[in-house]
Nanobody, 125 residues
Framework: VQLQAFGGGLVQAGDSLRLSCAAS????????VGWFRQTPGKEREFVAG????????YYADSVKGRFTISRDSAKTTVYLQMTTLNPEDTAVYYC???????????????????WGQGTLVTVSS
């Protein structure tokens, strides 16, 4: 499966933005899809994830209550709805997919086998 992430942009603090992660060459039916973000000089940080077949979701504490991960009925796109954005959310956001993701490794980027190209989110104060 190939992934394409898009939807980033420049917004002001307090604004909302929705990112999309689209699958090609297959669906996300049997995958766990995670959103991560990365800033220069830092490691890729877990944001949110979903086990698509089960519909289960999980979030980093820093975004819980502000971000929502979901997927479409065709299981070809996973979304990250971001609200109440603040400058600390500024990063390149990546989506990853993996079939061997389990609870214990779900927040590690190493658990995900496929990655999109990243989309930049910039939040101005």
């Amino acid at each position: 499966v190939q992934l394409q992430a898009f939807g980033g942009g420049l917004v002001q603090a307090g604004d909302s933005l929705r990112l999309s992660c689209a699958a090609s060459g297959g669906t996300f039916s049997w995958y766990t899809v995670g959103w991560f973000r990365q800033t220069p000089g830092k490691e890729r940080e877990f944001v949110a994830g979903t086990k698509v077949s089960a519909g289960s979701t999980y979030y980093a504490d820093s975004v819980k209550g502000r971000f929502t991960i979901s997927r479409d009925s065709a299981k070809t796109t996973v979304y990250l709805q971001m609200t109440t954005l603040n400058p600390e959310d500024t990063a390149v956001y990546y989506c990853g997919a993996g079939r061997r993701v389990i609870v214990s490794n779900s927040r590690s980027p190493r658990a995900y086998d496929y990655w999109g190209q990243g989309t930049l989110v910039t939040v101005s104060s």
